[in-house]
Structure formats: structure tokens, C-alpha cells
């Protein structure tokens, strides 16, 4: 027998997003909150650099040159209506931030603090601009704390270390979802007139990652077993300075501070591929640079990686060569990245106030994933039909305000504008709305089913050992730069990895903290992902911001201005089908032009 | 290179008492002591319990006694701690073990809710809807506190905790501490009451174990102090 619990608005996931919409719902309707994780431990901490807005607080700024700078850094496939909310509300929601409590750094006038970042620029001069909001480098860990603390103050009801494993969605409509209470094992019902699934992303399907164990697309995976779309999943960033073999993040924000990446020979090599931003340009083209350089024989010994080049010394030699005035030593440098200065430290063993640090191309976003409306409504086709009760928001949300590729600092406005935006639409909808009955006896079932027969599983197979296969497999086919047959290769091994996931033995047949289960269940949802991934990279025979086809080298608007939409439509314990459809993007005020930088 | 680890292991539904499981695994030196314990779970017991989330030092999910200290299992490297091919890792101390790694967070995180860890302002808000001002000078007053991840080292690594779970604990008062020298926020008096009393800041036998034990670098002890400073002159400086 299940737990049965009955809210008006239920947020799943206590991330950014999640606290953002619970915060705001929780104003008026009655809210809960469920995680797998405590709030503190969601992947938004881990964001360093910042998060844009245009204050205009050290320079001239626009939010219209925000949203241009984000449309054009998404390769045009932005919709440019949701970009234009993003960018305006921006400015609010950070302002709010502040207001509930955020230590932002501060300016010489006690103003919140800017900083440069890849992809922003004075849409005048074309040069970088300060529209960074920073706390040190630790920004996604004061959003999160700041946003837990008033979840707190606001008695928003959690329930921490909860799993979803199913939802409750029927002919159109959800009406809740099905959780295990991690600690007991015990199966809860959570009914509720508004959900909002905000999960966050699914980078453990690669190797070199600057995603957390937690992120397997649990979210995602859910929405695709109950054959509705996601959007533009061929879409996923790789940053390009993620720590060598490990794939830790070290922040946008070092560029932004000075730093510079450097290839084999010594050589500042971005200057040749962009000329103008040089190390600011967009993290799909820095990302796509190092592979060429490594490629081309050009890494650091002829290795698979290159120099990221934070000395004071060397930084003032390039603000030097580049005609800026400013000079810096390295206690400031302590002061503005002190956390990915002891990430290089702790985990390389190299001081970057006198060393360069290897680095590397590292999976770092999800651009795709669940597609919704630009009210967070999720959307059930690419005609734009909505699931009546369903909302999402943060990165598990395709809404599309990153397109084709994310700038940095965006997720993070993108998880407090649209988590607001969303919290304030479910209570509105939970307002009105009336409660739709389940039935209580029996809709926990098919979750629960399923989980069970898993745990019996008896076979040969480890799900650790899948879980690398399939690592191992998305970083070789699946990454910075792809092509058809290697797509293709990719598809036909994930399909005999679900064969091998289908005999595997799980060690834990218990039920208190079963988190043998639990990373099954996980390894499961990433294998589906990570076809649907394969499959819409092959759908998309051009190369657009963070999808680079090898075969199909240039952008196709005339094919390709829009979003892919893919479902699956069978899934069965042989094969699955995958079904593509597309979207048109929207198209405002900013008509697709060659994208240089 | 060759790891013998040894791990206190409990579960609730087989164990009586815990035990130390030991397992001899193939690591790379430069592996965190999280990757040995993962090797194990993936390859050898599936049964492993553990938290963990990041693996890189900020969300505070992988606490744990590793060599009889507290450190996070993510943010120490197998060189650093490996003595004779050996280490040894059992759960954080002064809180209820659940299973393996995983202890009852509830009466820590109870708390840290207990002393306000959120801004108090009650003035209007800037009219040019505007952001407040702060100096550099008041915004670096706090800085340190605002790192804490809540990972619960400082705490469990605290003889006064030990002897009293009822003893709000350094992350509380880390957390406190946060508001209290904040310039913005007026409800340090509140917070000042809630640490006066006999579960609060004056248990702290300045020991040191939780600056030693916190894995963000923050001066611990000293934030305690000044605390403990503001409540016997009345002063918040």
C-alpha cells in the first residue's frame, strides 16, 4: 500500500528551478517539494562564474543586446519570444535575489558586480561586456542557498530524498507522480492539480563530465516512457575547460578575468579561429577549436588536451597585446576564482598562479530536453498542444531560450526567470483548476512493478559495467564533433547495451536506501536518453552551435531552422522506436545571420 | 596501484552491529577516495550505501571519518590518505547510522532551521526597483560563512556535539554567523537569543576539530568566536 499525499502545485527536483517555482507557488497555493537529493545538494550549487543580467552597472547595457547576444550564441534556433522574457525578466528576478538575500560582490558604489563572459558583448563596439552578476565563483552555490533559506522562511513543505519513478499522466493530463522514500523504500503517491518537473540534466551519460552522479535525466526519461516528446536533445553543450581526465568545471569566468587557452606549441591559438572575442567566443566554437588543435597534432605534447593560462604574469601580457588597460596580481585572482583555483590544486596538483592547467572538452548542458511553452506548460507534440497540469523549468525544460548553444551565465537566468515564471502559472492553474481523482488503490502500480522486477533481476550483467560502455561510447561518437556512420555505430551499441541492461543482477534485493536499485533505475533512464540523443543528431544533417556534423559541415536554415521533435513510440524489451518530428523555430525580430565572432 | 579498504558496513535489514568490510581494489593515485568506494559498490558489492552527488567538493552529500578524520570522500585523493596500501572510512559520528555511509541528517539540518538562516529586512525596498547598496568592505565582512555547504564535517567532528546532540553545533552557528555580520539583515538579536541559551554557542569548547575538519576553508572557530564576542559586548562589528 502507498503513502497517499494530495498538494495544489508539486515541484519535482530542488535545484534552482524547483526552489525558484516553490518559492513563488508556495505564495499562494498549497506546495510541496520532492527531491532525490537534499536541496543543498542539487547541481545548481555548482555553478561558479555568474549570471547575466543587463544592470548596466560597470558599463553601457541593454537587455535587448542580452537577448541578441543569446539568440545569436544559440545559432538562431533560439525562439526568439521566450529569449526576449528571459533577457527583460532578467533584470527583476536578479534585483529580487538580491532583495531575499544573495551576497553578490559588490562595485566601488556598492551596485552588484559584473563581470565579462563568452558570447556577451556591446552589440555596438562588438566587445565583451561586464553583465555577469558574480558572488566570487561560487554563484550557483549562493542562488541555491539563498533560495533554500527562503523556501525555509516561507515553510515551503519538503519532502528530501525522494526518487521519482513514474508520473501520473493519462489522455493529456497529470495528475501527480509516484515516488520512493529513499530511506524506507515505501512507495508515496503525490497528487496534485499542478506538477512541474524540474530535474535538471542527464551529462552522466558521458565520461568526461562536469555533471553530478545524480544527473540521469530521471525527468526526461519519465516524459519519453509516457511516449511524449522531447525537443532538440542532439543539442548538449560541451564546455571547453573542463579539468583533464576528470572533466571538473573550471569556470567561463577565468576568461572572463583574463585567461587565455594555449595549444602545444605555446600558441594563444583562438586568435586564428575568432579573431574578435578571441577566448570569449561561445563555448561550442572554443570547445570545437581545441578538438582541431588536438586533432591537428597541435595538444599539449601531441595529447589530447591544452593549456588554460590564468598566470597574473601572462594575463598581463595579453591585456597588454590587447590594448586593456588593467593589470592584475595574484591575490586578486584568489579573491575572484578562488574555488577553481583549489579545483586545479586539489585534483591536478597544479598551481595555476604559476602554472598553465590541462584542460578539455567537458559535457556540460543540456540545451534539449522536455519542450514547453513559454508559460512552462509542457508541450505533448510539435504542434504545440499542452499537457493539461504539466509545467517545467531549469535545464530539464526546452523552452527554447539556448537554441542550438547556451552562453554561459544563461542557465542560471533561465532557472530563476522561468522557475518564477512557472511558479506563478501553476498557482495560478492550481487557483481555478479542480482536483481530478485517481484512483488511489492502483495508481502507484505500474511504478512500483517495474522497480520490483528490477530488483529481482538475477542475470550476468553489472550496471556499472553498462554505464561505462555507454560513457565511453557517447564520448567517441556522441560529442564535440560527430558523424553519420559514427552515429549510426552509436545507436546500434546503445541498443545492445539495453540488451545487456535487460540481464543485469542487482546485488541489494532490500528496500532501505536500495541505492543498487536506485543507480539501475538511473542507468536505465540514461540508456533512453542517450538514444534519443544519437538518434536526433542523425535526423540533423547540418552543423549548427553545439552539434557539429563532420559529414554535413555547414548550418541549412533552409532544412534546419527548426526544432527537433522526437518520441518514442514502442518501446518494447527488443527495440525501441523513435519517432522525429519538427517545429518551426520563432522567429521576432532577429533574422539568422553567418555567426562570427 | 593496489587499495585495501576497509568500511565500517551496517545494514538495518541483515546486521545486528556494524562490521568492517574489507576489499582490495585497483585505484589510480590521483582517484578520489569517492572513485574507490564507487569501484567497490560497481564492481565487487552492489549493497554499498553512501551519499554522493558532485564529486568535486561543493554539494556536501559525501562527509565521511576517512582515517579517522572528516573530510568529504570526493575532495581527498587516494595518495594523500593511502598509509601502508591502507584506508579506512566509516561514517560521520553524533548522528543515527542508517546504513553504510548514510547517517540521519534531520536533527543537524533541524538546526540550522533553528537559528533564522535567512535575510531579515523590513525596510521598503530601494525605489528605483533597484538592487540595495552594500560596501565592499560590509559584503567582505561575511564572506567566509557564505562558502559553508552544510556537509555537516565541522559538526560531527565536535566533541560537544558528541556528548549532546542537543548542542546546536558549529554549521548552525557558521550559518548564523552568515546573517548576523550581514549589513543588510536585522534579526541578528533573534539569532543572538537562540545561540545564548543552554544548547547554544557557549558549548563550544574551542577545540578546533571543525577547522581542521571543514573541507570549504572556513575559519571555524574563529566565526564562533566573534559570535560568542557579540553576545558579551553587545557589539556586532
Known amino acids: 500500500m502507498a503513502q497517499y499525499h494530495q498538494f495544489d502545485a508539486l515541484v519535482v527536483g530542488a535545484g534552482g528551478a524547483g526552489l525558484m517555482a516553490a518559492l513563488y507557488a508556495s505564495k499562494s497555493v498549497n506546495t510541496a517539494v520532492i527531491s532525490k ?46 529569449v526576449d ?31 565579462r563572459f563568452g558570447g556577451h558583448t556591446n552589440n555596438d563596439t562588438k566587445k565583451a561586456v561586464m553583465r555577469a552578476c558574480h558572488a566570487a565563483d561560487r554563484t550557483g552555490h549562493m542562488i541555491l542557498q539563498t533560495l533554500y533559506q527562503n523556501c525555509i522562511k516561507n515553510k515551503v513543505k519538503f519532502f528530501d530524498e525522494y526518487q521519482m519513478v513514474d508520473m ?16 524506507t523504500g515505501e512507495t508515496h503517491v503525490f497528487h496534485s492539480k499542478a506538477t512541474m518537473l524540474a530535474t535538471g540534466g542527464f551529462g552522466k551519460m558521458w565520461k568526461i563530465t562536469s555533471n553530478a552522479h545524480s544527473l540521469t535525466g530521471d525527468g526526461p526519461a519519465t516524459i519519453l516512457r509516457k511516449k511524449l516528446p522531447l525537443e532538440d536533445m542532439e543539442f548538449y553543450q560541451f564546455h571547453p575547460t573542463g579539468v583533464y581526465r576528470m572533466g571538473i568545471l573550471l569556470s567561463e569566468a577565468a576568461r572572463g578575468e583574463g585567461a587565455v587557452f594555449l595549444n602545444g606549441a605555446g600558441e594563444r591559438f583562438m586568435e586564428r579561429y575568432m579573431p574578435t572575442l578571441k577566448d570569449l567566443a561561445p563555448r561550442d566554437i572554443c570547445s570545437r577549436s581545441i578538438f582541431k588543435e588536438v586533432k591537428e597534432g597541435r595538444g599539449i605534447n601531441g595529447k589530447d588536451y591544452v593549456y588554460l ?109 522561468f522557475g518564477k515564471r512557472g511558479g506563478i502559472k501553476m498557482a495560478e492553474y492550481a487557483k481555478t483548476a479542480a482536483l481530478r481523482p485517481i484512483n488511489q488503490d492502483t495508481s502507484h502500480k505500474p511504478g512500483e512493478a517495474e522497480l520490483n522486477k528490477l530488483r529481482q533481476s538475477n542475470g550476468t550483467e553489472r550496471a556499472g559495467a553498462i554505464r561505462k560502455a555507454l560513457q565511453v561510447l557517447m564520448d567517441e561518437h556522441v560529442g564535440v564533433v560527430r558523424t553519420s556512420a559514427g552515429l549510426q555505430f552509436a545507436i546500434e551499441s546503445i541498443r545492445d547495451l539495453k540488451t545487456r541492461f535487460a540481464n543485469i543482477k542487482i546485488d541489494d534485493k532490500g528496500f532501505k536506501w536500495n541505492t543498487d536499485l536506485m543507480e539501475a533505475w538511473e542507468l536505465g533512464a540514461l540508456l533512453d536518453l542517450a538514444e534519443v540523443t544519437a538518434v536526433s543528431a542523425l535526423g540533423r544533417e547540418e552543423s549548427r552551435g553545439g552539434h557539429y556534423r563532420e559529414d554535413f559541415q555547414n548550418r541549412d536554415d533552409a532544412k534546419f531552422l527548426q526544432h527537433t521533435f522526437a518520441t518514442m513510440t514502442d518501446k518494447t524489451d527488443k527495440i525501441d522506436k523513435i519517432e522525429l518530428n519538427y517545429k518551426p523555430v520563432v522567429i521576432t525580430k532577429y533574422k539568422p545571420v553567418e555567426r562570427k565572432y | 596501484m593496489k587499495l585495501h579498504l576497509k568500511i565500517k558496513r551496517f545494514n538495518p535489514e541483515i546486521d545486528k552491529k556494524p562490521y568492517w568490510g574489507e576489499y582490495d581494489i585497483e585505484v589510480d593515485e590521483m582517484d ?6 564507487q569501484e567497490v559498490k560497481w564492481t565487487v558489492d552492489g549493497t554499498l550505501a553512501l551519499r554522493r552527488s558532485c564529486a568535486h567538493g561543493i554539494c556536501g552529500s559525501d562527509a565521511m571519518r576517512i582515517n579517522g578524520r572528516n573530510r568529504l570522500a570526493c575532495k581527498c585523493l587516494i595518495k594523500d590518505e593511502i598509509k601502508n596500501g591502507q584506508i579506512t572510512v566509516e561514517p560521520i559520528l553524533g548522528l543515527k547510522v542508517q546504513k553504510d555511509m548514510i547517517v540521519d541528517m534531520e536533527p543537524f539540518f533541524a538546526h540550522y532551521r533553528s537559528v533564522l538562516p535567512f535575510l531579515v529586512n523590513k525596510d521598503p525596498l530601494p525605489e528605483n526597483g533597484r538592487e540595495r547598496l552594500q560596501t565592499i568592505a560590509d559584503r567582505e565582512r561575511f564572506d567566509d560563512t557564505t562558502k559553508c555547504i552544510l556537509c555537516a564535517c565541522c559538526t560531527t567532528s565536535c566533541p560537544s556535539f558528541w556528548a549532546r546532540g542537543e548542542y546546536v553545533g558549529p554549521a548552525a552557528i557558521v550559518q548564523a554567523h552568515r546573517f548576523i555580520f550581514d549589513s543588510r539583515d536585522q534579526a541578528a538579536q533573534e539569532r543572538l537569543e537562540v545561540l545564548s541559551e543552554v544548547d547554544g554557542v557557549w558549548r563550544c569548547r574551542t577545540v578546533f576539530n571543525c577547522t581542521d575538519a571543514c573541507p570549504r576553508g572556513i575559519e571555524v572557530t574563529k566565526a564562533i568566536g566573534e559570535v560568542k564576542a557579540a553576545l558579551r559586548t553587545g557589539i556586532i562589528a
Not at chain 2, 578520489?32 to 568506494?37: C, E, I, M
Open chain 1, 37 to 82: 537529493l537534499y536541496p543543498t545538494r542539487s547541481h545548481t550549487g555548482t555553478a561558479q562564474g555568474g549570471i547575466s543580467a543587463a544592470l548596466g552597472n560597470l558599463e553601457e547595457d541593454h537587455w535587448e543586446w542580452h537577448a541578441y547576444d543569446t539568440v545569436k550564441g544559440g545559432d538562431f534556433l533560439c525562439d526568439q519570444d521566450a
Open chain 1, 309 to 417: 593560462d590564468f598566470r597574473p604574469t601572462e594575463i598581463n601580457k595579453y591585456f597588454e597585446a590587447d590594448g586593456n588597460p588593467k593589470r592584475i596580481d595574484a591575490h586578486y585572482l584568489e579573491t575572484k576564482l578562488p574555488d577553481i583555483i583549489e579545483f586545479a590544486r586539489v585534483y591536478l596538483g597544479v598551481d595555476p598562479v604559476t602554472d598553465p592547467v590541462p584542460i578539455q572538452p567537458t559535457a556540460h548542458y543540456a540545451m534539449g530536453g522536455v519542450p514547453t511553452n513559454t508559460d512552462t506548460q509542457v508541450l505533448s507534440d510539435h504542434l504545440g498542444h499542452t499537457v493539461e497540469g504539466l509545467y517545467a523549468a531549469g535545464e530539464v525544460a526546452c523552452v527554447s531560450v539556448h537554441g542550438a548553444n547556451r552562453l554561459g551565465t544563461n542557465s542560471l537566468v533561465d532557472l530563476v526567470v
Open chain 2, 32 to 37: 578520489r577516495v569517492l572513485d574507490a568506494l
Open chain 1, 168 to 183: 501520473l499522466i493519462e489522455n493529456g493530463v497529470c495528475n501527480g507522480v509516484v515516488a520512493i522514500e529513499l530511506k
Open chain 1, 85 to 115: 522574457i528571459l533577457c527583460s525578466g532578467a533584470i527583476d528576478a536578479i534585483v529580487d535575489l538580491e532583495h531575499i538575500g544573495l551576497p553578490f560582490d559588490r562595485t566601488p558604489e556598492g551596485k552588484i558586480s559584473q563581470r
